[in-house]
């Protein structure tokens, strides 16, 4: 980072003089500047890149005391080394030094003297900017691993992390990671105060050890962003286990201190961050399958009849809903039953799972949907004395369109008729809940009528209310595709969020004749 010649700006109204420092200083080495005036200074040293500031004291618009202070009021790292070819006395130095001054001397002025120290300032002014700028970035490091732990999806990790990288080293910035299905992509930020974007890239990992490595590559090796002109490519690659693929930081190598200790401490955060996300993902699809195993299989096919069933679980950052339904031919009627415990998790798919059963075990029974609920009630108090849940079940002749329908606590069924909806309230505590239970509510599906049975992740959202959600569903059911298939899916188009929190279960009868 410092490896160039230092820029000294050589302030001084004498010529002679100024010719003198000049010469010293570019024999040195320095990559020197000339100003004549104290404005003139102040003025370089707002729009050059000075490392060091040689400052005559005395100046013919301003003293190089005000100058001194004035500088440092604006950059107080940056080195000022008085000069003076007039007598000072010790009042004049300790003024010098007192308002900002790094270092003072006084003709007659030896140029080893000055070269010397020219150096020992320097090197004080470039620890102190590398420690400022190491704690820069560990602050921006520190940002950058909570909102990387914080994402909630692996597209946004990646966006986070590669603009977290580029906003710690003010660079363009890529990290590069694999999926849990094996898909490598690739986080890019084309600088600080851009957005990230995620491309498909490949990597060959050939050789690359377990723990966290850095190599030098080419910019065409890396062909994700523009990359600055004239300098290579630090590449940290973590990788935390044998069976796991690396990931990776690119960020160019002209920005690095020695030992790369931000980039590699980077490097391992994000790459922690992949792995809990990678985890996670594992265990919600191990959730999301063992959800799915626990519902029906296939629909019934009945004559006279059309059915249709839609079951989205919910988005990858969300835990397992509880939803369920159920579609069984029992006895010549058709058992249908619609239900959300309360909760997301694992323990709620399992607790639907046995209320599933449980409502379809007293069905084949024989009992009517409201004693079905009465006893799904009584064995969930006992069994599952903390739990809640929602259901609705229906019991439908096929020939004649009669339904006897007990609800407890669920949405109502919508009921959709040449265009028009109407909702079949029947109000009913949930399950889990002692309280006594109403009638059943029966009713007629009429030829040609949907009958449409759905969970809350269908019509709930933060920003509406239940009503709103219902007026949406009616407004969507008012035409029902020759295809239930088709009306289904357009439901939950235009119904469901593009990424779903809750699960979703839609069951669609249509009946024929």
Same mark, same amino acid.
Not at 348 to 372: C, F, N, S
Not at 385 to 394: F, H, N, R, S
């Given at each position: 980072m410092d490896g160039g010649p230092a820029t000294v700006l050589v302030v001084d109204d004498s010529r002679t003089k100024r010719y003198l420092l000049v010469s010293w200083l570019t024999r040195a080495g320095f990559e020197v500047r000339e100003a004549e005036t104290g404005k003139e200074a102040l003025e370089r040293v707002g729009n050059d890149p000075v490392e060091l500031v040689v400052l005559d004291v005395r100046l013919p618009d301003m003293s190089g005391f005000e100058v001194c202070e004035r500088i440092k009021a604006s950059q107080p790292a940056l080195p000022v080394i008085h000069v003076s070819a007039h007598a000072i006395d010790v009042v004049d130095r300790a003024q010098g030094l007192t308002r900002g001054a790094d270092a003072y001397l006084a003709e007659p002025i030896e140029p080893d003297e000055l070269v010397a120290t020219a150096h020992a300032v320097l090197r004080y002014y470039r620890a102190r900017r590398r420690a400022e700028l190491f704690a820069e970035r560990l602050a921006r490091l520190a940002e950058t691993t909570v909102a990387v732990h914080a994402a909630p999806t692996f597209t946004r990790l990646l966006e986070e992390a590669a603009v977290g990288a580029a906003e710690i080293f003010r660079t363009p910035a890529a990290v590069v990671a694999e999926t849990f299905d094996g898909d490598c992509m690739a986080g890019v930020c084309p600088g600080p105060g851009g957005a990230g974007s995620v491309v498909p890239w490949t990597v060959d990992d050939t050789g690359v050890p377990t723990g966290t490595t850095v190599r030098i590559d080419e910019p065409s090796d890396w062909d994700l962003t523009a990359w600055p002109a004239d300098d290579r490519l630090a590449v940290a690659a973590a990788r935390l286990r044998e069976d796991r693929a690396p990931l990776y930081v690119v960020v160019p190598a002209g920005v690095q201190v020695p030992g790369m200790p931000v980039l590699v401490q980077l490097a391992q955060a994000v790459a922690a961050a992949v792995e809990a996300q990678r985890s996670y993902d594992e265990e919600h699809r191990i959730a999301v399958t063992l959800q799915r195993s626990l519902l029906p299989r296939r629909i019934p096919t009945i004559d006279g009849?059309?059915?249709?069933?839609?079951?989205?679980?919910?988005?990858?950052?969300?835990?397992?809903?509880?939803?369920?339904?159920?579609?069984?031919?029992?006895?010549?009627?058709?058992?249908?039953?619609?239900?959300?415990?309360? &909760?997301?998790?694992?323990?709620?798919?399992?607790?639907?799972?046995?209320?599933?059963?449980?409502?379809?075990?007293?069905?084949?029974?024989?009992?009517?949907?409201?004693?079905?609920?009465?006893?799904?009630?009584?064995?969930?108090?006992?069994?599952?004395?903390?739990?809640?849940?929602?259901?609705?079940?229906?019991?439908?002749?096929?020939?004649?369109?009669?339904?006897?329908?007990?609800?407890? &606590?669920?949405?109502?069924?919508?009921?959709?008729?040449?265009?028009?909806?109407?909702?079949?309230?029947?109000?009913?505590?949930?399950?889990?809940?002692?309280?006594?239970?109403?009638?059943?509510?029966?009713?007629?599906?009429?030829?040609?009528?949907?009958?449409?049975?759905?969970?809350?992740?269908?019509i709930e959202r933060r920003d509406t209310t239940i009503d709103e959600g219902l007026a949406a569903l009616a407004a969507q059911a008012a035409r029902v595709e020759p295809d239930l298939d088709a009306f289904c899916a357009r439901l939950l188009r235009e119904l469901a969020p593009s990424e779903i929190h809750d699960d979703v279960a839609v069951l669609a009868l249509r009946r024929r004749h």
């Open positions: 009849l059309d059915l249709a069933v839609r079951y989205e679980p919910a988005s990858a950052q969300t835990e397992v809903g509880g939803d369920f339904y159920e579609l069984v031919m029992l006895d010549g009627h058709l058992l249908m039953a619609i239900g959300d415990v309360a &909760g997301h998790s694992l323990h709620a798919a399992t607790v639907m799972a046995e209320l599933r059963h449980a409502v379809r075990a007293y069905a084949v029974e024989g009992h009517q949907p409201g004693e079905i609920l009465h006893r799904v009630n009584e064995l969930m108090r006992r069994l599952l004395p903390y739990e809640l849940a929602t259901i609705c079940v229906l019991l439908l002749e096929p020939d004649t369109g009669e339904v006897r329908m007990a609800s407890a &606590g669920h949405l109502p069924p919508l009921l959709a008729v040449d265009g028009r909806v109407e909702f079949l309230q029947h109000t009913a505590p949930l399950l889990g809940v002692r309280a006594a239970r109403p009638p059943d509510l029966e009713f007629v599906v009429p030829a040609g009528a949907t009958l449409v049975l759905y969970t809350d992740g269908l």
